[in-house]
């Protein structure tokens, strides 16, 4: 809570009346889903993929869902590209990381969501939305933890923020040593 203080004189007595100011209320509510789309050097297919994906969440998906751009290290315009799209859509965030990695990007956006449940599009960004409610479907409804369709996955959040800090490699195999642990530790796992 912010507060806003003004001091007051009156003879001898010396005070201050503190007032509460209004606390700004959020202008997203907690999502059920957040997707992350992971990209290096690709400003035109993100430029396509996303306010197609944003479309299909808000028109078609039966769940409050986010979108998060993992900007990894572009040097083209593509962190550009995604702020636009993050102020003009609405329900889009963005992180940006130094390095070029798919693993970071996936660890760093699902340790940082809010979610009940985590998502990854594919890596060429030709995201096939149809798919996503039955990719969805077995972990919203506590079926699995884990559901696997193509090249997307999905997961529970605090699964995701339980295993990730086990799973070493934080490149293209990190998806792979998430799933791996995630078996070992006896997690239902759905194939879509």
Do not use: Y
């Amino acid at each position: 809570m912010s507060i806003n203080t003004r001091a007051t004189e009156t003879e001898d007595v010396h005070f201050r009346v503190i007032t509460p100011l209004p606390t700004p209320v959020p202008k997203l509510h907690r999502p059920a889903l957040d997707i992350v789309v992971p990209v290096h050097n690709q400003q035109e297919a993100l430029a396509r993929a996303v306010p197609r994906l944003r479309s299909f969440l808000r028109h078609a998906f039966p769940f409050s869902a986010r979108i998060t751009i993992a900007d990894c290290a572009s040097v083209d315009s593509t962190r550009d590209v995604a702020a636009a799209l993050a102020a003009e859509l609405g329900g889009v965030r963005l992180i940006h990381l130094i390095e070029e990695a798919r693993g970071r990007a996936l660890a760093a956006a699902w340790m940082t969501s809010d979610a009940r449940v985590v998502a990854s599009a594919g890596a060429d960004l030709d995201i096939d939305v149809s798919s996503l409610p039955q990719l969805i479907a077995p972990v919203m409804s506590g079926h699995s933890e884990i559901s696997i369709g193509g090249r997307c996955k999905a997961l529970r959040g605090d699964v995701a923020r339980r295993l990730i800090p086990t799973v070493l490699n934080r490149s293209w195999l990190f998806e792979t040593e998430l799933l791996l642990r995630a078996r070992h530790a006896g997690m239902r796992i759905h194939a879509a």
